[in-house]
């Protein structure tokens, strides 16, 4: 990554006004922070045009043995800097990003201990996080509490999935008064977990709401290292406060040294669109080391031996008649995968510890990452794979059985590094909440949630370890990202979500994916794996019963799947579906070989959260265009605008639609395609059918 310019300057934006209380704009003043201790309590406020976004919330930390940052404090000091940078990422959604804050330090004191505030002001929200630094009359570091607020109001409504909860991040979404957010709400309105009792109310985040007064807000946090994951838990009248998943021995953080919290992050728009355009998360997190090489990491797109088994439900991952990953169907799959140009194959069950019952207790049998299943020769198809100019994507499935995987990191890395597989799929199922096993300090088994600091730091581990064998890591069941990726840009790629998979054995209904790009995605990219075809009469009953399960279906439609690789980024996507199915649809097909994984510009057309969202981006090494829309149970007819384009440029336009007739739940397959001549003054009419969308492509005519 390479910095363009840096401007650094100091200068006087923070002023002091009454009751102590310290103002902080934002470079075009429209954000302004507030700060002041009231009583020795710390308090903060933002304000967007003026109108309040969040209302006076408290701040602070408690540490062990009764070191209370909440109270007793007092201004020792107060200094304000300005900054603005322009930065390229290696790859990603724009070529060129701009990082341009004010920024305000508050150092506060506590009779001879201190802890500093580290305020940033974007345009487009507001950060903060808490530094202590070390001082020999601090025992211990470990936090017991978080104290930040959000004070929000109950006329807030917000999207939000559970937190402390079985099944990490992969629910549909509530949307409903902040105040209401609660297990006992999400069960009688979304999705039943009722049976899952541990742990408090809270929400995940990102967490986005709409307020009463317009604005669209996201609260999340960035670089999250050595810490705990911050959810959202609600305190009445639209207060929320931040609840750190704990250790097993409820300490919230255990630092051995000096605090340098992750930020909190408050993103604000005043629409849905400019919502997504925030690049606050990453630029809120470092770039590479600069003695670290990354130029090996490149983004893709890759096929699967996979949805055989989560979708198609016809192979399996562990030894059997129809087990999947066998010698002679990956070969034929390397085969497609090459002729139509992808970079790489997936392939999971290679490899010894799957059986029937694998998934969902994390103290099963313990998988292995070097022994491979019988049929299964990885030195031949490696090499297979090499001949035919692509790579193998290893996967690494550890059931979250965490001891187990560390005991073979190197091992495991080093034996795909040796056969020249770039990339590994990990995956934590466990599906019990607070249930990953840890063998503590004094030998006794503990068990740990997954979203604690101690998943946190193993997930860094494995990062760092694979960077030093230069393979690249798509993970599932993540820690959500917090920007990490640009730090590391070998972090390619992560679920974390209900993706496609839930609608090849359940369902995520037809509009999950209309809110998904404004809550998820503004984390960053997700491995959604797109671009399933057949979309009914795919599902077998079993494996060794093929007869077809009529209630499966994909609730889409095939221009909505070809729109998902425009609408939901991710610089190494999958081409889910098998490859017959692939060839029922030629045409749709080559949208999918075609369409970049890296871009330079993004331009939001239009959008409502849970309703409809059109996006198009520019092609980083073209001048081609890509469009990607897709809508929710709701039909929507479009007068389609192409102002976006160059003036005085003409555009070969090829636009996959549906049908008159085409329908999610009835008629899911039908499309049309039309090819024209466009310039930036054309207008077209074409319509987006309940649960549909579209996709086009843009190239520029010389
Ligand atoms: C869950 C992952 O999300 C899915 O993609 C994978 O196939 C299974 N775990 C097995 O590892």
């Not at 974390?496 to 995605?521: D, W, Y």
């Not at 871009?599 to 057309?605: G, P």
Request: hydrophobic residues 35%.
């Amino acid at each position: 990554m390479k910095k363009i310019f840096i401007v650094f300057t100091l200068i006087l934006f923070t002023s002091c006004g009454m009751n102590n209380q310290v103002v902080t704009k934002s470079p075009d003043s429209s954000v302004e922070l507030s700060f002041k201790v009231n009583d020795g309590r710390p308090y903060y406020s933002i304000k967007k045009n003026n109108k309040i976004i969040v209302d006076e919330s408290l701040l602070g930390l408690m540490l062990k043995n009764n070191l209370d940052f909440t109270n007793d404090l007092e201004i020792k000091s107060i200094s304000s800097s300005s900054h603005s940078s322009k930065w390229s990422p290696t790859f990603g959604e724009e070529k060129n990003i701009l990082n341009e804050y004010n920024q305000m330090k508050v150092l506060l004191s506590k009779d001879s201990l201190e802890m500093l505030l580290l305020f940033k002001i974007f345009n487009d929200g507001v950060a903060f996080k808490y530094d202590v630094p070390n001082q020999k009359n601090i025992i211990s570091y470990n936090i017991i509490d978080e104290k930040t607020e959000f004070n929000l109001s109950s006329d807030d409504k917000a999207w939000w999935i559970p937190a402390f909860s079985y099944r990490r991040y992969e629910f549909l979404h509530a949307f409903s008064s902040v105040d209401s957010i609660s297990k006992k709400y999400f069960s009688k309105n979304v999705e039943d977990i009722s049976y899952d009792s541990l742990g408090i109310d809270a929400a995940h985040t990102p967490f986005t709401l709409k307020k009463k007064n317009g604005f669209y807000v996201t609260i999340h946090e960035a670089n999250l290292v050595n810490y705990s994951s911050m959810t959202l838990a609600p305190k009445g009248n639209g207060l929320l406060e931040a609840e750190l998943y704990p250790w097993s021995d409820g300490t919230k953080v255990k630092l051995n040294s000096n605090i340098s919290s992750p930020w909190r992050t408050i993103q604000i728009a005043e629409n849905s669109s400019d919502l997504l355009l925030s690049n606050m998360i990453l630029n809120l997190n470092d770039d590479p080391d600069e003695e670290i090489d990354f130029s090996w990491v490149k983004p893709g797109k890759y096929m699967g031996v996979w949805w055989e088994m989560i979708g198609t439900n016809e192979s399996t991952w562990w030894p059997s008649a129809n087990h999947g990953a066998n010698n002679k169907k990956v070969t034929e799959y390397i085969d497609f995968a090459s002729e139509h140009g992808f970079d790489g194959l997936l392939v999971e069950g290679w490899n010894e510890g799957w059986h029937p019952g694998w998934c969902c207790s994390g103290n099963g049998n313990p998988f292995s990452f070097t022994k491979t299943q019988r049929d299964f020769n990885l030195p031949y198809l490696s090499e297979y794979a090499l001949d035919k100019g692509i790579r193998l994507v290893g996967h690494h499935e550890t059931g979250g059985q965490i001891q187990n995987y560390e005991n073979q990191l190197d091992d495991a890395f080093s034996l795909y590094q040796k056969h020249g597989i770039k990339f590994i799929k990990t995956g934590y199922v466990n599906d019990v909440s607070k249930n990953i096993k840890r063998i503590d300090e004094n030998g006794e088994t503990v068990f740990e949630w997954h979203h604690g600091q101690y998943m946190i730091n193993h997930m860094q581990r494995v990062i760092e370890k694979a960077a030093e064998y230069e393979i690249s890591i798509i993970k599932h069941e993540p820690i959500k990202d917090t920007g990490l990726r640009r730090k590391y840009p070998n972090f390619i790629s992560r679920e974390g979500a209900k993706g496609q998979e839930f609608n090849g054995f359940s369902s995520n209904g037809v509009n999950h994916i209309t809110i998904l790009p404004f809550t998820r995605m503004l984390s960053g990219p997700m491995d959604y794996t797109p671009g399933i075809f057949k979309l009914n009469n795919f599902r077998y009953v079993s494996p060794d019963n093929r007869v077809i399960d009529k209630n499966a279906i994909v609730p889409s439609t095939i221009t909505k799947e070809l729109a998902l690789y425009v609408v939901l980024y991710s610089p190494m996507q999958m081409a889910a579906d098998l490859p017959n199915h692939y060839l029922a649809h030629p045409k749709a097909f080559e949208f999918i070989k075609n369409v970049p994984v890296d871009w330079s510009e993004r331009k939001l057309i239009d959008s409502e959260i849970g309703s409809h969202l059109i996006i198009a981006r520019r092609d980083k090494y073209s001048e081609n265009w890509y469009v990607g829309g897709i809508t929710n149970e709701n039909e929507k007819i479009l007068s389609f605008d192409f102002s976006f384009l160059d003036e005085n440029k003409n555009y070969k336009l090829n636009l996959f639609s549906d049908s008159s007739d085409t329908h999610w739940r009835d008629n899911p397959m039908e499309y049309q395609i039309s090819n024209q001549e466009i310039d930036s003054n054309s207008i077209l009419e074409f319509r987006m059918a309940p649960g549909g969308g579209f996709a086009m492509e843009i190239i520029l005519q010389h």
